[in-house]
């Protein structure tokens, strides 16, 4: 069966192909946590937002802390060059312009630039943060907290937010 002739995408009726073709995205460019849920085989429970985050989120708990890592490291920089270039995932894109980061001012801009790169140099990924319902002036702000964090705790903290974005987007999507 084709994605095409679903009604819904309803997790536990799809193959493993299109499951991965729907859900791989859900962690962004990531799709080994929608293969390893599909591989633990999908129930009727499975096909609600929550109940499918559970198990996505659960794999990437189970992950060892490098897995982890480049599942932080596949996320773009907010209002960074992916984004000025229109090379963002489509969720990504979406996500960013809710919080209206396209529309920086030139100060703005350059504080989003400044942060990215300390942020990356002190932590080794991208700073991640579920802008759905920010602002992008409430971001920066939150930016400036989280960049004086431990590594500890931002690790923790940016795979909250990972988890976070990972909901979001699968109640868009079922």
């Known amino acids: 069966m084709t994605a095409g002739a679903y009604q819904t995408n309803v997790p536990s009726q799809m193959d493993r192909l299109d499951f991965v073709r729907v859900f791989g995205g859900v962690y962004e460019h990531s799709p080994w946590i929608a293969e390893q849920v599909f591989d633990k085989r999908l129930v009727k429970i499975h096909n609600n937002a929550v109940d499918l985050h559970f198990a996505m989120a659960s794999v990437v708990e189970f992950a060892d802390k490098e897995q982890k890592l480049l599942l932080l490291r596949a996320h773009p920089d907010l209002a960074g060059k992916l984004a000025i270039s229109g090379e963002l995932t489509e969720d990504s894109t979406s996500e960013q312009a809710s919080a209206d980061l396209g529309n920086c001012t030139a100060e703005e801009f ?65």
């Open 110 to 174: 350059a504080a989003f630039q400044s942060l990215n790169d300390q942020y990356k140099e002190k932590f080794g990924f991208p700073f991640i943060l579920a802008v759905r319902g920010y602002h992008r002036a409430e971001i920066l702000e939150i930016f400036r907290q989280r960049v004086d964090n431990d590594a500890d705790t931002e690790f923790d903290e940016a795979l909250t937010q990972v988890h976070r974005i990972a909901l979001l987007r699968l109640k868009a999507i079922t």
